[in-house]
């Protein structure tokens, strides 16, 4: 199972993933056995996109909460209420209580992300749901959410999502905002 993934194609076995996920399987299968250019005739007469595309902006993160490390949870709720505001090192050890090395290493293994990694996963989180219901610009969010140089979370929001700010606003911007 790969979340990021609409179709797995393992050989003799594709899966499909989403309730619309039976499209993209079906042009999976024209493609495989009929060609590229049949696949991509049948797609644009059905106005679907062809598969090959992620669904990495579909995807919310949704941490792993149950891993039994109570120190690691610990600061794994502590970041989630703070909107992972405060990130450097030394305030997350302090948090769960280890020291720092052991702290980093017990978090990777609990979360399987590095705690920048989990950190910045949040801030996009955040990030995605005021970019669709609120009318801030993306400067202010990327301030919001505790950037201060919006450039460079334009680059980490791109690299998580799979689109940029502008584009994501644009696909899933609610009516009421």
Known sequence: MDTDRLIIDDGDIITAGGVMARSDLALKLIDRFLGPTVMVETARAFLVDPPGRGQSYYSAFSPRLTHGDAAVLKVQHWLQATD??????????????????????????????????????????????????????????AWEVGYSDPGAFRKVFTRIVGLTP???????RTASS
């Open 84 to 141: 992972a505001k405060e990130i450097d090192l030394t305030t997350l050890a302090k948090q769960a209580g280890p020291e720092e090395r052991t702290f980093l290493r017990r978090f990777q293994k609990a979360t399987g992300l590095t705690t920048t990694e989990y950190c910045q996963r949040l801030r996009v989180r955040k990030a995605r749901e005021l970019l669709q219901f609120g009318t801030l610009s993306f400067d202010q969010v």
């Open 166 to 172: 502008n584009d994501y606003r644009r696909r899933f």
